[in-house]
C-alpha cells in the first residue's frame, strides 16, 4: 500500500509499506494492506512503517525520519498530532 505523510513545511515521506502503526487519540491502532476504509485523529508520538523493502538513505531524509538499527525496512517518524485517511490502499497522514 502507498503511504504518502505530509506536514505543513513539506512532504516527510512518499513509498510502499505493509504495515503501518499510528498513535491514536484512544490508543495505538495498525493499518495493513487492504484493510477497510479509516479516517483518523492521530495523537503525538511515533508512527512505525513497515516497509516493503530496506529504506535507501542514500538521498536527503527528514530529520524526523529514524530508520531502525536492527531492520532496515522499518522507519519510525516522530509527529506531534494529526489526522490519516486509508482508501483503496492509499494512506495519506497530514501531520504536526
Do not use: C
Not at 516493503?52 to 527528514?62: C, E, H, L, M, N
Amino acid at each position: 500500500m502507498q503511504l504518502e505523510i505530509i506536514t505543513p513545511e513539506a512532504q516527510i515521506f512518499l513509498g510502499e509499506a505493509e504495515a503501518v502503526q499510528f498513535p491514536g487519540l484512544n490508543g495505538g491502532f495498525q493499518v495493513l494492506s487492504n484493510h477497510a476504509p479509516i479516517i483518523s485523529a492521530l495523537s503525538a508520538g511515533v508512527v512505525k512503517v513497515n516497509l516493503d523493502k530496506a529504506f535507501d538513505v542514500t538521498g536527503k531524509i527528514s530529520e524526523l525520519i529514524q530508520v531502525d538499527k536492527s531492520n532496515k525496512n522499518v522507519i519510525h517518524i516522530d509527529i506531534k498530532g494529526g489526522v490519516m485517511e486509508m482508501l483503496n490502499n492509499k494512506i495519506i497522514v497530514l501531520a504536526e
